[in-house]
């Protein structure tokens, strides 16, 4: 089975943090995506990524980056952190084809305070 | 604009009572339509995918279906663990697009 493995299930951090998400998926994707998920407003993409070192914007990138080192692992990044983006963050993964949809990490409930 | 439009968006049903989510689309050309289950806290798990109308799928109690402008996903004489949500996506017939998602179906299974 493909693993999307997100570095942690919950944190907390201060307005005004660099805050680091991070991704990691073992199946040799090429293609991976961070999305946020508010309730009433569903899965928004933030930025998604085809390639290594490749990085698009999704709908709603303001106040953040994303870095993709290497193929496996893809980082979101908030700049300074403040307390609108207290959010569900969750990465997926899938091959060139999508054929079978992207597979999703467990998802990081980040609070910002 | 592609766009993804599920309804209802709660739905409360008895166990057992069998029920439909509807997932509405409009993308200019279909590459495939997926849905997913989303227990609370947790990361959204694949359930099927379709590619053309007419096309249908099972697993356990559920079925989904598609026609050229919505899919269908049935849900017969459900049990409480079915409780969850459940989205949609799209993705379009053009490049390595990302998928467009619904908002989702919150469906609650009472005993």
């Known amino acids: 089975d493909v693993k999307v493995t997100q570095s942690s299930r919950y944190l907390v951090k201060r307005t005004g943090e660099k805050v680091f998400l991070e991704c990691v998926q073992d199946m040799d994707h090429e293609n991976m995506f961070w999305y946020r998920q508010d309730p009433g407003l569903g899965l928004r993409l933030i930025y998604f990524?085809?390639?290594?070192?490749?990085?698009e914007k999704g709908d709603i990138p303001e106040g953040y980056s994303v870095s993709r080192e290497k193929k496996e692992r893809f980082s979101l990044i908030l700049e300074s952190a403040s307390t609108n983006q207290t959010s569900m963050y969750l990465c997926a993964s899938s091959d060139p084809g999508q054929v079978d949809g992207y597979t999703f990490g467990s998802g990081t409930r980040l609070t910002v305070v | 604009e592609d766009q993804v439009t599920q309804s209802p968006e709660a739905l409360r049903l008895q166990e057992g009572e069998s029920s439909s989510l509807n997932c509405s689309y409009t993308v200019s050309g279909l590459r495939g339509l997926f849905w997913y289950r989303q227990d609370p806290g947790k990361g959204p798990e694949f359930l099927f995918t379709?590619?053309?109308a007419g096309e249908e799928k099972e697993k356990e109690r559920l079925k989904a279906t598609l026609t050229k402008k919505e899919s269908f996903l049935h849900i017969t004489a459900p049990k409480p663990e079915d409780s969850a949500t459940y989205l949609c996506a799209v993705r379009r017939n053009s490049g390595n697009t990302p998928l467009v998602f619904g908002k989702g179906t919150r469906l609650s299974v009472i005993a």
């Open positions: 379709l590619y053309s």
């Open positions: 990524s085809y390639d290594v070192k490749m990085k």
